[in-house]
């Protein structure tokens, strides 16, 4: 299973549960370089709306208000591309780039050139609904990907057009999600902003302008206001989220994510590492710092350290289990009976089964207790017959001891196991070997699929070295269908056209330039000569040849 299947299989949901994960392990830095770029705009989108509805002196000075807009939603843009950038960076755990002003240049040209348009078309896809979706994740693929990292304009926008077209499935949840989300912290904000004065007026007496207007205050300023605050409340989550989404779509040709696994895993691994090496350090000391505590504490309130004898603790028990009130509670003693019964020779054969294993288990116990005793020698302060605190550091390598014989045995089973499997399996694969049947080439049934691709190829060099062009021309055909649907770029089935191969082609093969192309004129090629009564030469067979290795680049590319 790929890593694309995974992320398909992964969801919308999962893939918001990282980005809030992201957010709340992401430092103070990463979040203020969101708000210092889109606070300004809110603010100044907030006010100019205010002043624009209410000033009866508003279009004197409106084109340079609206001026000073613009250039606080590019400012906002930039900051989205820094924003995005960071967290791509924070997840990774790759050091920030440093932003020098060609970088600053390049970041500020791409934002204002491309995000400009989707003032425009974005309400103008949303009147038709379906590209919405794409050009919704275009924009915000925009603000991650033009982060200004030595890519062009061009360059910026057929990657985040492409990332736009990654998991469509995905992306329409994703948007039907934060819509529904979204109307829901608009509706709780729009409450709490109405609700705040009436209970200053309430519960405080406080009259403000706002009870005082009653049902008015819900003007077009009250509206925009609940939607710039529900903006910055939801817009740091939607940004994470494609940009993920661009992570893990350009992850798919550089593995960047499983570099960045790799990362987590190897730290994980040193800090499992560092923990039993200190747990190793500083066992001995343990039981040392518990008695000078105790010591300690015996000393400061002037009390009697007195200790009872394990004998004496024994013989105390023993008397008190002793008496009339706890005997119910003891098992009762098994009275042997001896049969005079002779068992038969099943019961035989299973009691000498149950003695050997047993003998068994007891040997190996036994070995086991002498490798220990062998390894505690090289481990200072684990005599047993030691008495005071040094008693449970030997106890406490003895148990670490056992759990680590335990581990290398689990491990050194688990490695004989697959050991045996891979040899099984080898053995199988080399019993079960069927020798290949050599499909007919007259045979208007044959499929592409019935050889893979080098095979065919190997088949078309022996005709044509015995002069069959003909069926020669077939082979190679045959090859070039097979090696693209090796690449799950066609499906091959029988009630398929060339036809239909070209058409298939040209939808999932688009993003590869000329390979629709060529493979029409093999096509072509192939029809009049198979089909038509047009005779197949050595030269057609060339130029075939050389259509063929031009499709194997552009499919490698």
């Not at 109405?194 to 003007?219: A, C, D, H, R, Y």
């Not at 091959?492 to 999932?508: M, P």
């Not at 029409?520 to 047009?534: A, C, I, L, Q, T």
């Amino acid at each position: 299973m790929n890593r694309e299947k995974r992320q398909k299989e992964g969801g919308a949901i999962e893939i918001i549960e990282q980005a809030i994960h992201l957010l709340r392990l992401s430092p103070f830095s990463l979040l203020f370089s969101y708000y210092i770029g889109s606070l300004p705009f809110v603010l100044g989108l907030l006010y100019f709306w205010a002043d624009m509805s209410r000033n009866a002196f508003a279009s004197e000075y409106c084109a340079v208000a609206s001026l000073g807009l613009a250039m606080l939603f590019i400012w906002m843009k930039c900051w989205h591309g820094i924003f995005a950038r960071n967290i791509i960076a924070h997840m990774a755990g790759e050091p920030k780039s440093p932003w020098t002003p060609g970088r600053v240049g390049r970041l500020t040209a791409t934002q204002t050139m491309i995000q400009a348009s989707g003032i425009f078309v974005l309400p103008l896809a949303l009147v038709m609904a379906i590209p919405f979706a794409w050009s919704y994740a275009f924009y915000q693929n925009v603000s991650a990907q033009g982060d200004g990292d030595g890519h062009g304009i061009k360059t910026v926008f057929k990657k985040s057009w492409h990332q736009a077209k990654f998991l469509p499935g995905q992306n329409h949840i994703l948007l039907f999600i934060f819509f529904m989300f979204g109307i829901i912290v608009f509706l709780n904000l729009a409450i709490g902003i109405f609700l705040v004065p009436q209970m200053l007026k309430k519960f405080l007496g406080i009259e403000t302008v706002f009870t005082l207007s009653g049902w008015s205050m819900l003007n077009t300023t009250f509206l925009t206001t609940t939607f710039g605050i529900a903006y910055l409340c939801l817009d740091p989550l939607i940004k994470t989220v494609y940009a993920l989404r661009c992570f893990y779509g350009a992850s798919l040709k550089t593995g960047r994510d499983l570099r960045t696994e790799l990362k987590a895993f190897t730290l994980h691994k040193t800090m499992f590492a560092a923990m039993i090496i200190l747990t190793l350090c500083a066992g001995p000391f343990c039981p040392l710092m518990a008695g000078e505590r105790q010591g300690k504490f015996f000393s400061r309130y002037g009390l009697k350290n007195t200790s009872v004898s394990p004998e004496a603790l024994s013989g105390s028990i023993d008397e008190v289990m002793s008496r009339r009130e706890f005997a119910w509670r003891m098992p009762r003693e098994k009275i042997e009976q001896e049969s005079s019964v002779q068992p038969g020779p099943i019961a035989a054969l299973m009691k000498w089964i149950a003695g050997g294993a047993k003998t068994c288990f007891k040997a190996i116990a036994r070995w086991l207790g002498k490798i220990m005793d062998w390894l505690e020698k090289f481990f200072p302060g684990t005599d047993k017959s030691r008495e005071g605190p040094g008693k449970g550091w030997g106890a406490s390598v003895r148990g670490l001891l056992w759990v680590l014989l335990v581990v290398l045995f689990s491990l050194l089973g688990v490695f004989l196991w697959r050991t045996l499997k891979r040899r099984r399996l080898r053995q199988s694969s080399t019993t079960s070997e069927a020798i290949p049947v050599v499909p007919d080439l007259t045979d208007d049934h044959i499929k592409a699929d019935d050889l893979p691709a080098d095979q065919w190829m190997v088949m078309a060099k022996e005709l044509m070295d015995r002069s069959e062009f003909r069926l020669a021309l077939r082979a190679l055909y045959l090859s070039i269908l097979a090696h693209l649907a090796e690449n799950e770029v066609i499906t091959i089935a029988k009630y398929k056209s060339n036809r239909d191969y070209k058409r298939e082609l040209g939808r999932r093969g688009h993003g590869r330039e000329g390979l629709s192309a060529v493979f029409s004129e093999n096509v072509k090629v192939f029809d009049r000569s198979w089909y038509g009564m047009h005779k197949v030469t050595q030269e057609d067979l060339e130029v075939f040849s050389r259509n063929q290795e031009r499709i194997t680049e552009l499919m490698a590319s």
